[in-house]
């Protein structure tokens, strides 16, 4: 019996049908373009959050967590709609409510992606649902519908309107390769990945500066990028050349060019650096990466200044390249260093934030992993 099956029997007392579970996610580039329809490059990590589910006789959701102790949150599941109150067991509620589940059912959750961190641990905890509920009830959606159902309980239940990257990664990668998708039609190719085989590592930089998407920021650039399309009488950015932005300009206010530009100029570097990577041209990929964080930084501006430092001090100890990953605001940044420098890059970033009397950053490295699954079935 595994750790979340004991955790489940000692918290239910019974054994659970099935064990599920997805990983949280590092975009390598291609930030706050899915929303708009373009094309991202993220991978999957090594840090999964599993559930433990078994089906009920009757209407009653009881939820638990390891990471809270085994408090219980115990609902009707006729109950489960929008404009429930709660906690983080709304990403967990959202997910039934999505994919119509009307059956009462036992949840013990075990998070291991890190919270706040930009490493999507939201989309980690609704694709493990997903995964457990789709086999839990025969249901037989596929991934790309899996992937809708989570980002709609994300946008309609949780109330943050973020795009389908996060979920699509959690649970569509495979090991040992980054994902490129089309977020207007979830269409996907794996790119391989191998920093190793060059010398190079992915530094994972957690500034512990935790963000939070549901205080508006986030919608506040969605709905800049929205109103261009409308102005400009495009579906989305997707449709936009810089030439063209640039001839509208008039047209927009200040903020939404600068808005719009990113998401023109990220969706081609995202293109720009599967070229690279094809290429094994490393230096690009970093200077793309150094290209993406300024552009996030100036143009969307949800960078900060924790963010900020870890990627100039990781620049200034050598890294090929270094930006903000995630929704912004805090959470982590990546840095692609020669690996023999690990050490001293990580030596030079703790340095920097104690310079600044910030909080002590974490450091971690991963290689692309594989993505949802079931892990056990009784």
Known sequence: MSSIEGKFLATFGEEPDLVAAAPGRVNLIGEHIDYSEGFVLPFAIKDRTLVAARKRDDSTV???????????VTVDINNVKPGLKGEWERYALGVLWSMGVKSGV???IDGHVPLGAGLSSSAALECSVATAMNHLFDMGFNLEELARLTQKAENQYVGVPCGIMDQSVSLMATTGSALLLDCRDLSTRNIPFDVASHGLELLIIDTQAHHALTDGGYAERRASCESVAAKLAVKSMRELTMAQLDASRDQLTATEYIRSRHAVSEMKRVLDCVDALGNGNFAKVGQLINESH???RDDYTVSCPELDTAVDASLVAGALGSRMVGGGFGGSAIALIQAAKTTETIRAVEKAF???????PRFFTSLPSQGAELLSRR
């Not at 939820?63 to 408090?71: E, F, G, H, L, P």
């Not at 104690?354 to 002590?360: M, V």
């Open 354 to 360: 104690a310079d600044k009397k910030f909080k002590a």
């Open 106 to 108: 036992d949840l013990m």
């Open 294 to 296: 300024v552009s996030l």
């Open 62 to 72: 009881r939820i638990a967590s390891v990471q809270r102790r085994n408090k219980i």
